[in-house]
T-cell receptor, first 114, second 113 residues
Framework: DGGITQSPKYLFRKEGQNVTLSCEQNLNHDAMYWYRQDPGQGLRLIYYSQIVNDFQKGDIAEGYSVSREKKESFPLTVTSAQKNPTAFYLC?????????????FGSGTRLTVV | GEDVEQSLFLSVREGDSSVINCTYTDSSSTYLYWYKQEPGAGLQLLTYIFSNMDMKQDQRLTVLLNKKDKHLSLRIADTQTGDSAIYFCAESRAHSSASKIIFGSGTRLSIRP
């Protein structure tokens, strides 16, 4: 079955460390997105990529980095420059017919700084 | 403005209807969506409506669109405990060479016995 997979489900990071969250999709979708969700708040867009080897900053890109070397994969690195990284991170993808079908979301990664 | 706005909380009795409301800002939005998020999970597309429609019904779900007031609502008939979740309203908005989906803050629906 096609889908979008995020790993790990839970991640703990010490202050000052970089961590990388994985997002893989086998839906043959061109576009991929990373969102951050904090309690009681909506989704905030971190980065998005509409095509391989290209990506754009979203609304809250500072302290994060991404790469898009393969169509299937869009990893997110939370760097030590991100001052408050504890949050729930959601990856999504969409086809060229995105308007009709919307985004497909992964099940999320909960990152906690310890 | 950029915002898609929703109230944060809604509590209904099991078996009653739930109505979740949303206002959006871009009159050129072509598609509007409702997503459901269960605890600790990603978002799941529940339904969508094209901007030239006023209403869409899908089993227990009814979506109403008032384009003049830029108001979208989701009605869930015969609300069950499994409907407890956060519901996100979203609009598809043209952005540069591609469209982009803008999400509201979500409405947390809780069901009381």
């Amino acid at each position: 079955d096609g889908g979008i997979t995020q790993s790990p489900k839970y991640l703990f990071r010490k202050e000052g460390q970089n961590v990388t969250l994985s997002c893989e999709q086998n839906l043959n979708h061109d576009a991929m997105y990373w969102y951050r969700q904090d309690p009681g708040q909506g989704l905030r867009l971190i980065y998005y990529s509409q095509i391989v080897n290209d990506f754009q900053k979203g609304d809250i890109a500072e302290g994060y980095s991404v790469s898009r070397e393969k169509k299937e994969s869009f990893p997110l690195t939370v760097t030590s420059a991100q001052k408050n990284p504890t949050a729930f991170y959601l990856c999504a993808s969409s086809s060229s017919n995105q308007q009709v079908y919307g985004y497909t979301f992964g099940s999320g990664t909960r990152l906690t700084v310890v | 403005g950029e915002d898609v706005e929703q109230s944060l909380f809604l509590s209904v009795r099991e078996g009653d209807s739930s109505v979740i409301n949303c206002t959006y800002t871009d009159s050129s939005s072509t598609y509007l969506y409702w997503y459901k998020q269960e605890p600790g999970a990603g978002l799941q597309l529940l339904t969508y409506i094209f901007s030239n429609m006023d209403m869409k019904q899908d089993q227990r779900l009814t979506v109403l669109l008032n384009k003049k007031d830029k108001h979208l609502s989701l009605r869930i008939a015969d609300t069950q405990t499994g409907d407890s979740a956060i519901y996100f309203c979203a609009e598809s908005r043209a952005h540069s060479s591609a469209s982009k989906i803008i999400f509201g803050s979500g409405t947390r629906l809780s069901i009381r016995p």
